[in-house]
């Protein structure tokens, strides 16, 4: 996607020097544009723990470029499978919930277990990281022609008024390689001139919607609102919500449904209202091995400061503040799971099916657990 008129994706190699990683830093947005490098295992398991980088797409495509970074310090050490199973418990080990990050690591484990020299296996690792960025890209602009029909019927039904879309979190271009899940239809949308307004939930404790997803919608154009968490259930009461769409960090191959904190809440309130919730997702976010969401998805536990503190910008710069006592405390779950029959339906790659097994499989028939890269 495009910012101050240059396109960018959210991850590249950097130019003459292919050792290198680059990313936008995503702490900074959206008061600063800033480009972070990353030249070793350590500093990309860093940037995905400290949130430099987020979101499953984007999380899946940089433990790809760090499986590649891997390979490279591997053929340096004296023990090159030794170093290369301890960046891959390293990287997984960094968040849980997405399922995108153990599918790229074991993606190249994988590979370059079958290249026969080190040099072979760079090459494999670097294909691969390639191969899954440029993946994770396009399966998201064909999330966007997918979910395009289902906003112009919206406003088909509305006599060209605005479809006013919620979103929660940030399922944008940022947390993928480029074009977002969620906002990939809203994109095509607004680009055919399809009036679309956008509430953004904050997304309390981090706030990727007030920074990150109000920050690209206004880089594209896109009209939005931002509103506390809490106000979505108000604004579907009074017929202000046409449809929902999240993102997903995992979705179960039974369809249930494992997104940012809160986004059950939503999918509670669209089914008491009859809003249709739905969730985009690239079919890199199915766990294929998972039935049960609730049982069975991990949820992420970060820093309760996260919660007890709020950071925004000031006239002299970045500034952190407690917002609560200071003796108490907090606790921050990360993710929640939306069972499947509050899900209206999923917008894939391959297009729309119903959250539920059948569907899905019948969608996705080939899936193993690689998704759709040729073993
Ligand atoms: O904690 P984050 O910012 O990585 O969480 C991101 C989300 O929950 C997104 O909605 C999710 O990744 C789905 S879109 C990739």
């Known amino acids: 996607m495009k910012v101050n008129g240059r396109h960018f994706r959210t991850i590249w190699l950097k130019e003459n020097d292919p050792r290198v990683v680059q990313v936008i830093d995503q702490r900074a947005l959206p008061h600063r544009f800033v480009i972070a490098e990353i030249k070793t295992v350590k500093q990309a398991a860093a940037a995905i723990r400290d949130m430099l980088v987020r979101g499953a797409g984007l999380i899946g495509a940089t433990a790809g470029y760090a499986m590649y970074l891997a390979a490279l310090e591997a053929s340096r050490s004296t023990d090159f499978e030794a170093k290369l199973f301890q960046a891959a418990g390293e990287l997984k080990a960094t968040r849980p919930t997405a399922v995108n990050l153990a599918r790229s690591v074991d993606l190249q484990l994988k590979r370059l277990a079958l290249a026969p020299t080190p040099e072979a296996k760079i090459a494999a690792a670097l294909g691969t990281a390639m191969q899954i960025a440029d993946e994770d890209a396009e399966f998201c602009r064909r999330i966007g022609e997918h979910g395009l029909g289902l906003i112009q019927r919206l406003s088909k039904n509305k006599n060209g008024a ?117 969730v985009a997702l690239p079919s890199s976010s199915f766990d294929w091995k998972l039935r049960d969401g609730l049982s069975e998805i991990p949820i992420e536990e970060r820093d309760s400061d996260e919660v007890r503190f709020a950071d925004g910008w000031h006239d002299d710069g970045h500034t952190e503040v407690r917002v609560c006592p200071e003796k108490s405390s907090a606790a921050n779950y990360g993710f929640d799971v939306t069972p499947r029959r509050l899900v209206t339906g999923l917008i894939t790659e391959r297009g729309l099916c119903e959250a539920n097994e059948e569907s899905i499989r019948s969608l996705f028939p080939d899936l193993a657990g690689f998704a759709a890269i040729a073993e």
């Open 162 to 278: 605005p479809v006013h879309i919620l979103t929660h979190c940030n399922a944008g271009w940022l947390a993928f390689v480029d074009y977002g899940s969620a906002t990939a239809p809203i994109y095509a949308a607004h680009d055919l001139g399809v009036s679309v307004h956008v509430w953004v939930d904050e997304t309390r404790p981090r706030s990727q919607g007030s920074k990150l997803t109000a920050w690209e919608l206004g880089e594209h154009g896109v009209p939005h609102t931002i509103i506390a968490d809490n106000t979505g259930g108000h604004l579907m009461q009074h017929g202000m919500v046409d449809m929902v769409i999240v993102g997903t960090d995992r979705t179960t191959c039974t369809g249930d449904v494992a997104n940012k904190i809160g986004t059950y809440l939503k999918a509670l309130a669209a089914k008491d209202n009859g809003v249709p919730f739905y």
